[in-house]
């Protein structure tokens, strides 16, 4: 592959627990410059992250106060998070960092930025980069909804109850299905890639071969050589030892439909990343999903209004007890100034006495 003629910002994203680590981990071994620091590995994930850390930090700072969630249910968080990511001094922050990682000095034109919330903002990602003479180019992580919720939350639901765990895994379904929608809307004026997590980890080569060719990408190895390369060594296929079906979640059957036809028409973009038919059918699960979460807000309306009810009275429940705690130590002061006063006098003619 030729050498891009302008610098490339790879950014790699996907549902968490969907393989983002993997496939950035193996670029970074193909030859692309992950910014530094990046995060380090934890227990959670021992083979590291290859997010650099100042991009979890900005994502944070933009998207927590709003709040939105890396992966989110609402169908309406893309606009709240475009708009928090709109801001003026937003935009400064990013340019002033992404203008430091462009520097020719520091890689051969290829950036490679992982974190799952990065299409969320992608508007200013691709603004910024353009300004500074940069082309944005995504790879999205495709996993089946099944296998993230259960990779997201196994340890977390074990000692929950049936009710929590079937709320919680309904909830991160829907979640899915809606990332889904929403970041292949997002991507959809850039060149752009999908890789299939089985895909990674069964046959790396030919996958990083077709998504390099998608995305113009050079790498520093010839992916037609089976001989050994470090990436062997990185990716595992028993990583993807997830037996995990949709028997083994509570999740309504609608949302299972839906998140089916989700999973299929999102494979179909792997051979063909603008297929124009499958993104009109995306563009219809997505309006079907957004009536469905309309209608489930709608009929959760009461316990809502009863939640945020409960929270109010919570708070002034607190407020009252700070505010009792505070008259308490104002008293105690009072008492022990008034001592102090009583005792004044005869401390002064003791004193007087004395000499």
Known sequence: MTPPTRPKLVLVTGS??????SVAGTLKRL????????????????????EPLWVTEFHKDVLNPVPVRTIDTRP???EIA??????????????????????????????LVKDPRAFWILPVWTEVAAGLGADVVTLTMLRHPTEVVRSRDTAYLTEQTPKFRRQRETANVAAWVNAAHLTELATREQDRAFVRYADLVEDWRTAMARAGE???????????????????????ARLNRSAITWDDLSVPGDLRTLADRTWEAMNALVEAPH????????GELRAHYAAMFDHAEAISMDATTARVTAGRREVRRKKDAELADLRRELETLQAENAALRRSLPNRLVARLRGR
């Not at 530094?36 to 227990?43: F, I, Y």
């Not at 430091?100 to 034109?109: A, F, V």
């Open 76 to 78: 309406d968080a893309a």
């Open 214 to 236: 998608q995305l113009g990408l050079t790498y520093t190895a010839d992916l037609s050589d089976r001989g050994h390369h470090e990436v062997d060594d990185f990716v595992d």
């Open 16 to 21: 968490g627990r969907s393989g983002t680590s």
């Open 275 to 282: 297929d124009d038919r499958v993104v009109e059918e995306l």
């Open 31 to 50: 030859g692309l410059h992950v910014p530094q620091p990046e995060v380090p590995a934890d227990d959670a994930n021992p083979r590291g992250y290859y």
């Open 82 to 111: 475009i708009e928090a990511g709109s801001a003026p001094e937003v935009e400064a922050r990013l340019r002033e960092w992404l203008a430091e990682q462009l520097d020719p000095s520091l890689h051969d034109g290829q950036v």
